[in-house]
Structures are given as C-alpha cells and as structure tokens.
C-alpha cells in the first residue's frame, strides 16, 4: 500500500544525507554495486550514493529496485538494505542539476539534486486492470543541495 508518511520520511532520509555529503555521485546500482553516471552524459539514475568524508569506501547508498518497485538505504557495512518506500512507478528518480534546474552533464561541486518519485497503485487490488478501474497515485519532488563542498 503506498502510505505518504512513508514516502516522506524517505525524503526526510535522502535531504538528511545530501545536506551532510562531502561526496556525492548520481548513477546506476544496487545493493551490490554502484557505477556513477560519465562524465558528459546526464547525471540522473536510479541510484545515488554519498560519502560524508572523502572516504567513498563508507557511503550511504540509495536504489531504486526495478523489480520490486522499492527505494532502499543502504549503509556500506550493512548486508541487507532497509526498504524506504515501495510503489514507485518509475526507477530513475535522483537527477543532478543546476540552480535552474537543467539536468548536469558532468560532476560539479554547486549541484543540485533532485529527487522526483511517482507512486502507483491499485485501489483495489482483487479488480481487474482496466480502463474502470481505480488507481492511487501521487509524486513527491525535492530539490536539495549540500551544506559542505569542497
């Protein structure tokens, strides 16, 4: 079920977390694995992972699971990810941009990121898909930059 409590203490989470990083990277990843976007192509993804000294081996990792529709947490010396939210409609939900809000190509200390999550459902889940059928559905955007750059 989506709960928007739920969904906002997710972006409690990730606002926390960016405002502190010393280290910040947009990408790809999962609970095993994290490549950040390349340099020249847009920095969006369904991850973004965070270091809050310039030590990237201790990093906070969040991902959005494909599969099971859920946003994760997780720390560098946690084995199991902590599910923040479930239902999201779309994977790729962090983006780096600029002040105006133009996604970023490359990697730049002054970004901004942002965070866009679309949660779907169905109302009644023992109905048939179709066209009279009842959905749930909201999003929840956030624009966040860090305190500490370097």
Known sequence: MVRSPQARQALGWIEMDVRAARLLDIGSGSA????????????????????FTTNNAIYVRY?????????YRQLSWETNPRPLAQNLATSQIFSGEDYLGVTQTGENDATVV?????FSQLTYPRVNVGGTNFFESFQLQTRITRRLTD
Not at 38 to 51: I, K
Not at 63 to 70: E, G, I, N, P, R
């Open 32 to 51: 095993a694995s994290f490549a950040p976007a390349q340099s020249g192509a847009p920095q969006e993804g369904n991850a973004m992972q965070l270091s």
């Open 63 to 71: 991902f959005v699971d494909a599969a099971s529709s859920t946003l």
């Open 114 to 118: 942002r965070v866009l999550m679309n």
